[in-house]
């Protein structure tokens, strides 16, 4: 029948034999046909290979690869039975050796069972299996999970297998999560925190994304573009009815009253000195202070390791050295410095520019101090260069108090006007617990997370810049409705409209396709 269809085409054209546009006439209808018997054969021959797009069920190692007790490996998409009823062999199946395969294994249950290749039958390991029949699973698809022993050649073996299997694919990095956002699953807020979560190195990291993935932060933004959609409503009335009859006096004053609430709890979530993305992030911590202070054998201490290099020569450190860190249960990015001092060395000249540069980009700065060089005249005398980057808020270690005898913290926080100065040793220990718990102390109370006023202190909302470039433009959004005067209704309702859709594309629940590639980029494969 098709090969008729074609030859009809081509004698047609061969008849007219006419113009181009004629040959590209019967061209098009001939691919047409060709399109029609490939989906035919399709059909016929199940070895026909499927296009990516066409193989809707996907597979991945959904734990980390190497040696360990147990390893999952997931299988999502339409396709998710098939994958068990060829490779899956539950032990009640081979204890009945004429029962055929389980096509419908009973959901969300473990079941012990043989994981067999699916062309030989060959037993690959023992192990378990569940079944989540969607939408009662993470993709809302139909999910297979097997879990295996963790192993580079049962990986491999059953990774290899799956592959065999015509109408799988593997994963694509984050499509597991991505389908549970298309899903309805999760929404972006509850992507990145599910990833945040995964990331998370100490507690405060853990307990935000925690929050986060289960959907607190996708409430408050909720709230907040249902606040805008009421405004909306208000002022759609009035552009359908007027102020009349039909609708109360004061209905355009009644929108911007709740607006300008609005607009104030934007402002002041977007006055946080970016808490939320700091802490998610790292604090970013610079060590600085002149040559030979002790600034390496700091960074050592808070490592608890010989991280730095550190000699008697002044002008050892010349590169930044950065490290991430858990002080007091933040998260710190820790960077040691070169000592700063005016040199002729092309080398250490550059490492002072950047610890200059280091200085400038960083949360908190931290300057520490060699007491004995302090003090050496008998009055204290700090280099002008070291003294111009000393600000309130810098945390002051007075170094080497092993070498002198009396305590200088006083007159020196004073001459400096700084709020936090410890007087240690790092070589013999003293003042350093002090310090550490101290210094802990100080960055909670900075970031607001004294553990004693947490449940007090509103947590952060903004985590991420991409939060925060939305709420921005919802701000100016709502300011321009504000501006708005009552005659223009149409064009503030337009203004709310915009305000609404910033915050949405916050969530994800509307007009997204931009921002989901940037999201999901960061995912590893098998989440
Ligand atoms: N006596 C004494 N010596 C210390 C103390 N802390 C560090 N030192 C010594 O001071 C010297 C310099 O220490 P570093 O940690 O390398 O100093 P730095 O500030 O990193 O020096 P640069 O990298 O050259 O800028 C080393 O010999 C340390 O052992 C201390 O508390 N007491
Ligand atoms: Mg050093």
Same mark, same amino acid.
């Given at each position: 029948m098709i090969v008729h269809r074609l030859a009809r085409h081509f004698t047609a054209f061969r008849k007219s034999k006419r113009s181009f546009s004629i040959?590209?006439?019967?061209?098009?209808?001939?691919?047409?046909?060709?399109?029609?018997?490939?989906?035919?054969?399709?059909?016929?021959?199940?070895?026909?290979?499927l296009s990516d797009a066409q193989r809707r069920t996907i597979y991945a190692l959904s734990t980390p690869p190497g040696k360990a007790g147990v390893a999952v490996i997931r299988v999502s998409g339409p396709d998710a039975l098939r994958v068990w009823s060829c490779m899956v062999m539950a032990n009640s199946d081979a204890r009945s050796k004429d029962k055929a395969r389980e096509t419908d294994p009973e959901p969300w249950k473990m079941h012990r069972c043989k994981i067999i290749h699916p062309e030989s039958g060959e037993s690959l390991d023992d192990g378990l299996a569940v079944f989540f029949r969607g939408p009662k699973s993470f993709t809302t698809e139909d999910v297979v999970e097997m879990?295996?022993?963790?192993?580079?050649?049962?990986?491999?073996?059953i990774l290899s297998a799956l592959s065999r299997l015509s109408f799988c694919r593997p994963a694509e990095r984050g499509e597991f999560t991505r389908r549970a956002f298309e899903g309805g699953r999760l929404d972006l807020t509850q992507v990145e925190g599910l990833k945040d979560l995964i990331d998370a190195e100490t507690e405060s990291q853990r307990?935000?994304?925690?929050?986060?993935?289960?959907?607190?932060?996708?409430?408050?933004?909720?709230?907040?573009?249902?606040?805008?959609?009421?405004?909306?409503?208000?002022?759609?009335?009035?552009?359908?009815?007027?102020e009349g009859e039909e609708i109360e006096k004061g209905v355009y004053e009644l929108a911007r009253k709740r607006a300008l609430v609005l607009y104030h709890t934007?402002?002041?979530?977007?006055?946080?000195?970016?808490? $939320?993305?700091?802490?998610?992030?790292?604090?970013?911590?610079?060590?600085?202070?002149?040559?030979?202070a002790g600034k390496s054998s700091l960074l050592n201490f808070?490592?608890?390791?010989?991280?730095?290099?550190?000699?008697?020569?002044?002008?050892?450190?010349?590169?930044?050295?950065?490290?991430?860190?858990?002080?007091?249960?933040?998260?710190?990015?820790?960077?040691?410095?070169?000592g700063l001092r005016h040199t002729d060395d092309v080398v250490?000249?550059? $490492?002072?520019?950047?610890?200059?540069?280091?200085?400038?980009?960083?949360?908190?700065?931290?300057?520490?101090?060699?007491?004995?060089?302090?003090?050496?005249?008998?009055?204290?005398?700090?280099?002008?260069?070291?003294?111009?980057?000393?600000?309130?808020?810098?945390?002051?270690?007075?170094?080497?108090?092993?070498?002198?005898?009396?305590?200088?913290?006083?007159?020196?926080?004073?001459?400096? $006007?700084?709020?936090?100065?410890?007087?240690?040793?790092?070589?013999?220990?003293?003042?350093?617990?002090?310090?550490?718990?101290?210094?802990?102390?100080?960055?909670?109370?900075?970031?607001?997370?004294?553990?004693?006023?947490?449940?007090?202190?509103?947590?952060?909302?903004?985590?991420?810049?991409?939060?925060?470039?939305?709420?921005?433009?919802?701000?100016?959004?709502?300011?321009?409705?504000?501006?708005?005067?009552?005659?223009?209704?149409?064009?503030?309702?337009?203004?709310?409209?915009?305000?609404?859709?910033?915050?949405?594309?916050?969530?994800?629940?509307?007009?997204?396709?931009?921002?989901?590639?940037?999201?999901f980029r960061d995912f590893c494969i098998g989440k």
């Open positions: 040959l590209s006439r019967h061209l098009d209808a001939a691919s047409t046909v060709f399109a029609s018997a490939a989906r035919l054969e399709r059909v016929e021959d199940p070895e026909l290979v879990h295996i022993h963790s192993g580079r050649a049962i990986i491999a073996s307990k935000a994304a925690l929050k986060a993935a289960g959907g607190t932060t996708r409430a408050r933004f909720e709230s907040m573009r249902d606040e805008i959609i009421k405004c909306l409503a208000l002022v759609e009335a009035l552009i359908d009815f007027g934007i402002q002041h979530h977007l006055s946080d000195n970016r808490r $939320g993305e700091i802490l998610r992030s790292g604090i970013r911590l610079a060590i600085f202070g002149p040559p030979n808070l490592a608890q390791r010989e991280a730095a290099i550190v000699t008697p020569v002044p002008g050892t450190t010349r590169d930044i050295l950065e490290l991430s860190l858990d002080i007091g249960g933040l998260p710190v990015i820790v960077a040691d410095t070169a250490e000249k550059i $490492g002072v520019e950047r610890a200059r540069q280091t200085i400038d980009k960083s949360d908190v700065s931290l300057c520490v101090l060699s007491l004995p060089e302090l003090t050496l005249s008998g009055t204290i005398h700090i280099p002008p260069a070291i003294s111009s980057l000393i600000s309130e808020d810098t945390i002051l270690l007075l170094n080497k108090a092993d070498l002198v005898s009396a305590s200088h913290i006083n007159a020196i926080s004073k001459l400096l $006007g700084v709020k936090h100065t410890w007087q240690v040793s790092l070589t013999s220990g003293e003042g350093t617990q002090a310090f550490l718990e101290g210094f802990g102390r100080a960055l909670q109370e900075r970031y607001d997370m004294l553990q004693e006023r947490v449940s007090e202190i509103e947590e952060p909302l903004i985590t991420h810049s991409r939060h925060r470039a939305h709420l921005e433009s919802a701000s100016k959004f709502l300011q321009a409705f504000l501006d708005t005067p009552a005659e223009d209704v149409v064009f503030g309702a337009e203004e709310l409209r915009y305000a609404a859709q910033a915050i949405g594309k916050i969530s994800g629940l509307i007009d997204v396709e931009d921002v989901l590639d940037a999201v």
